[in-house]
């Protein structure tokens, strides 16, 4: 399984990706902004990953590196 759909596994039960009208407005307010919807999955997934530990290291890189692709 790919990172991406791995990702999108990880956020799937949430409401923002699970109901259509919830979702629908994040697409539009991703496109508002111009964040990829794939970014912020991404980072929404890799801080749900993490919640548990009490120190998440190396979580800033990660999330530098996933925002480095929005260049």
């Given amino acids: 399984m790919s990172e991406i759909n791995n990702d999108e596994t990880n956020v799937a039960d949430l409401p923002l990706w699970c109901d259509e009208e ?8 991703c ?3 111009k964040v990829p919807i794939d970014v912020l999955t ?3 997934s890799l801080q749900r ?3 548990h530990q009490e120190r998440a290291h190396g979580i800033f890189l990660r ?7 929005m260049d």
């Fill in 42 to 44: 991404e980072l929404v």
């Fill in 31 to 33: 496109e508002k902004f």
């Fill in 63 to 69: 999330f530098e590196e996933i925002l480095g692709r």
């Fill in 22 to 29: 919830a979702n629908t407005r994040l697409l539009e307010v």
């Fill in 49 to 51: 990953e993490r919640q």
